[in-house]
């Protein structure tokens, strides 16, 4: 079983990043998941789908963190600059790179969420319902929804949002 935790761990690393926008943030991320999938691998379904089921414990870690960081804020600084600066692409394309990630922060999390899932992770609407724990008709209808607004941004047929951070 461990086995095939540590084959998906690539996948788990990819969305955490895409989650997080943060290298050193998503891989605390994967490493909570890993802790508490090992810890609870008793609680797995054999037969069910590992896959999904990390996914699941990752999403259900994020939120929890989200929500503790909505009520006790950190008031430390943050390393996205220096992510940024060290991490920063040097291909040619670097400013659609740029521009994709501006644009899927400006996703709301719900949309951001199944955007990635379906699209960096290949997941199928059934296993996004099941880690998002939404109907399939709801996975449908935010990933529509992200798709469009994803393809608004990009074409510049909406005004970008700028966030402060």
Known sequence: MESQIEELIPAL????????????VADDLVQ???????????LW???SDLRAWLFTIMRNIRVNDLTRQRTRPDMTASDED?????????????????????ALE??????REVVLLVGLEGMSY???????GVP?????????RGR????????????????VK
Do not use: F, W
């Open 45 to 47: 379904r054999r037969g």
């Open 148 to 163: 469009d607004r994803l393809s608004h941004l990009m074409n510049g047929s909406e005004p970008a949002i700028r966030r």
């Open 82 to 102: 220096l992510d940024r600066q060290s991490a920063a692409p040097t291909q040619g394309d670097r400013m659609v790179v740029r521009d994709l990630a501006s």
């Open 13 to 24: 690393r990819r969305y955490a990043r895409a989650l997080t926008g943060n290298i050193s």
């Open 136 to 144: 399939l008709g709801t996975v449908m209808s935010r990933l529509k």
């Open 106 to 111: 400006q996703l709301v999390p719900e949309q």
């Open 126 to 132: 059934a296993e996004v319902a099941e880690v998002t």
């Open 32 to 42: 909570d998941c890993l802790e508490r999938s090992l810890s609870r691998l008793a």
